[in-house]
C-alpha cells in the first residue's frame, strides 16, 4: 500500500528566505505526486504534480517541487517566501484507482 | 481552474439528527465525486468514492449507513452523516474530478460539523 510521509510538522521561516517542504512516498509503480496548499476558509489548491517527464516541476505562485525516484521524495521549495504563502501544505500520492492518499501536511508560519 | 462548492460551510447540529452537506461542481461535469474528513490539525482521509448513477465505494472503516452519499447528477454529490454524534464532529471536503486520463481532483472549501 502507498504511504506519504511529510516529515516536518511546522517550519517557521522569515519573509523573502527560501522554503522547502519534505515529501516521501513508499508506492510501488511509477508515482502520480502532487503538493496542495490549503488556506483557512478555501479548499485545497493544487500547487504542482507530477506524472512523468522531466524530474522538475514548475507549478503556481513560484513553487517547483523535484521528484528524485532514488530517494522516494518529492521536495517542494519557493527560493522566497511571501507573508502569503503561510498556510498548511500537504502532499499527495496517487493511486491506480485514482484516490488520492495525503501526507499529514506541513504548517507554513511566515515572520516578517 | 474549475470551481466546485460546499454547502453548509459550517452547521451545528444535536446529537441524533442527521445532517446533509452539499457538493457541486460549478462549472464543469463530474462523474466522480470524493469525500473526505479531516480532523483538526490532521490530514485528509478519503471516506468514499461516489461516482455518478451508481452506489458508492466506502473505505475501509468507514460505516456506509451512517454517512450516506448520493451522487445523483454530473454536478451534485451529497454526504448525509445520519444519527449525528459528537465524534462525528469534523470537517468535511468534497472533491470534483474532471474527465480524462488525466483528470484532475478540484476540492470545496469544506464543510465543519459540529454536533453538540
Given at each position: 500500500?502507498?504511504?506519504?510521509?511529510?516529515?516536518d510538522?511546522?517550519?517557521?521561516?522569515?519573509?523573502?528566505?527560501?522554503?522547502?517542504?519534505?515529501?516521501n512516498?513508499?508506492?510501488g509503480?511509477?508515482?502520480?505526486?502532487?503538493?496542495?496548499?490549503?488556506?483557512?476558509?478555501?479548499?485545497?489548491?493544487l500547487?504542482l504534480?507530477?506524472?512523468?517527464?522531466?524530474?522538475?516541476?514548475?507549478?503556481?505562485?513560484?513553487?517547483?517541487?523535484?521528484?528524485?525516484?532514488?530517494?522516494?521524495s518529492?521536495?517542494?521549495?519557493k527560493?522566497?517566501?511571501?507573508?502569503?504563502?503561510?498556510?498548511?501544505?500537504f502532499?499527495?500520492?496517487?493511486?491506480?484507482?485514482?484516490?488520492?492518499?495525503?501526507?499529514?501536511?506541513?504548517?507554513?508560519?511566515?515572520?516578517? | 481552474?474549475?470551481?466546485v462548492?460546499?454547502?453548509?460551510?459550517?452547521?451545528?447540529?444535536?446529537?441524533?439528527?442527521?445532517?446533509?452537506?452539499?457538493?457541486?461542481?460549478?462549472?464543469?461535469?463530474?462523474?466522480?465525486?470524493?469525500?473526505?474528513?479531516?480532523?483538526?490539525?490532521q490530514?485528509?482521509?478519503?471516506?468514499?468514492?461516489?461516482?455518478?448513477g451508481?452506489?458508492?465505494?466506502?473505505?475501509q472503516?468507514?460505516?456506509?449507513?451512517?454517512?450516506?452519499?448520493?451522487?445523483?447528477?454530473?454536478?451534485?454529490s451529497?454526504l448525509?452523516?445520519?444519527s449525528?454524534?459528537?465524534?462525528?464532529s469534523?470537517?468535511?471536503?468534497?472533491?470534483?474530478?474532471?474527465?480524462?486520463?488525466?483528470?484532475?481532483?478540484f476540492?470545496?472549501?469544506?464543510t465543519?460539523?459540529?454536533v453538540?
Open positions: 500500500a502507498q504511504s506519504v510521509t511529510q516529515p510538522i511546522h517550519i517557521t521561516v522569515s519573509e523573502g528566505a527560501s522554503l522547502e517542504l519534505r515529501c512516498y513508499s508506492y509503480a511509477t508515482p502520480y505526486l502532487f503538493w496542495y496548499v490549503q488556506s483557512p476558509g478555501q479548499g485545497l489548491q500547487l504534480k507530477y506524472f512523468s517527464g522531466d524530474t522538475l516541476v514548475q507549478g503556481i505562485k513560484g513553487f517547483e517541487a523535484e521528484f528524485k525516484r532514488s530517494q522516494s518529492f521536495n517542494l521549495r527560493p522566497s517566501v511571501h507573508w502569503s504563502d503561510a498556510a498548511e501544505y502532499c499527495a500520492v496517487e493511486d491506480s484507482w485514482g484516490k488520492l492518499q495525503f501526507g499529514a501536511g506541513t504548517q507554513v508560519v511566515v515572520t516578517p | 481552474g474549475a470551481v462548492s460546499q454547502h453548509p460551510s459550517r452547521v451545528i447540529c444535536k446529537s441524533g439528527t442527521s445532517v446533509k452537506i452539499e457538493c457541486r461542481s460549478l462549472d464543469f461535469q463530474a462523474t466522480t465525486m470524493f469525500w473526505y474528513r479531516q480532523f483538526p490539525k490530514s485528509l482521509m478519503l471516506m468514499a468514492t461516489s461516482n455518478e451508481s452506489k458508492a465505494t466506502y473505505e472503516g468507514v460505516e456506509k449507513d451512517k454517512f450516506l452519499i448520493n451522487h445523483a447528477s454530473l454536478t451534485l451529497t448525509t452523516v445520519t449525528a454524534h459528537p465524534e462525528d469534523s470537517f468535511y471536503i468534497c472533491s470534483a474530478q474532471t474527465g480524462g486520463e488525466e483528470g484532475e481532483q476540492f470545496g472549501p469544506g465543519r460539523l459540529t453538540l
